[in-house]
């Protein structure tokens, strides 16, 4: 188990050994820019960044090691991610590894898979996926009944898709005694054929499922890590 103070600037930055791949350095990928509306939010520790690694695009996450709580959230985001895959609604792990200066390990890479389609944030503001109308002027233009064209129908049918596959991949960490931590629209990605695959388990806690409820996962992080706007008030 996770220890902080096991946790020093060494070969593997407080990760284990098995949890690293072997041989792989930052400078065997092609840092590349974002497109066009599917830029992640940066962070002052964690950053995302657009690359190409063996013909294929790939995003890595960046972890800056001088921090212990980065530290800890690297270690709890790959060992979860890892034991809960392969799940179809989960993001997948690729690959992990560290680079290292004279000194200390500086940075740790997590190399993801790219998802072409954002974060389910951006996706809903597309077009194709507007939000339904569920109210609004009746088919006579006389504020009668409201009315639900195609567009709006199939919008219905893709939110309602989306938000099952949101819930069978936390249902699935939930089963294992996993609370996610920071659920929020930001963290739910989408795949070239319209999966939805959650992500970013770096606040997530773990233990029975008796255990792994919100008032214990609160209490167990103190600051109440996560996203205000998407915490429940209590």
């Known amino acids: 188990l996770y220890r902080e103070k096991e946790v020093k600037h060494g ?4 990760l284990e050994a098995g949890m690293l791949s072997e041989g792989r350095t930052y400078a065997q990928y092609t840092e590349i820019e974002w497109p066009v509306g599917v830029r992640p939010p940066s962070e002052a520790l964690v950053r995302l960044l657009l690359a190409e690694f ?4 790939c995003v890595l996450k960046s972890y800056d ?6 530290r800890r959230q690297l270690f ?7 034991s809960l895959a392969p799940h179809p609604h989960i993001a997948t792990v690729e690959s992990v590894f560290v680079e290292t200066n004279s000194r200390s390990v500086d940075k740790a ?69 996993h609370v996610h931590g920071d659920l929020k629209l930001e963290n739910m990605l989408i795949d070239a054929q319209g999966e939805v695959k959650l992500s970013d388990f ?33």
Not at 158 to 172: F, K, P
């Open 109 to 177: 890479y997590v190399q993801l898979p790219f998802y072409p389609n954002g974060a389910l944030s951006m996706w809903l503001r597309t077009p194709e996926n507007a939000a339904p109308m569920l109210g609004g002027v009746g088919s006579g233009g006389d504020g009668g009944e409201g009315v639900v064209d195609r567009r709006s129908e199939i919008g219905m049918l893709r939110h309602v898709r989306a938000l099952h596959q949101a819930l069978s991949g936390i249902a699935y960490a939930h089963a294992r005694g």
């Open 202 to 234: 770096d606040f997530a806690r773990s233990g029975s499922e008796k255990e792994a409820t919100f008032p214990n996962f609160y209490q167990s992080t103190r600051a109440g890590a996560g996203t205000p706007a998407y915490m429940p008030p209590e």
């Open 54 to 57: 063996d013909g294929s695009v």
């Open 76 to 82: 709890r985001s790959v060992q979860l991610m890892r």
């Open 11 to 14: 070969a593997t930055g407080g």
């Open 65 to 70: 090691l001088a921090s212990a709580s980065t």
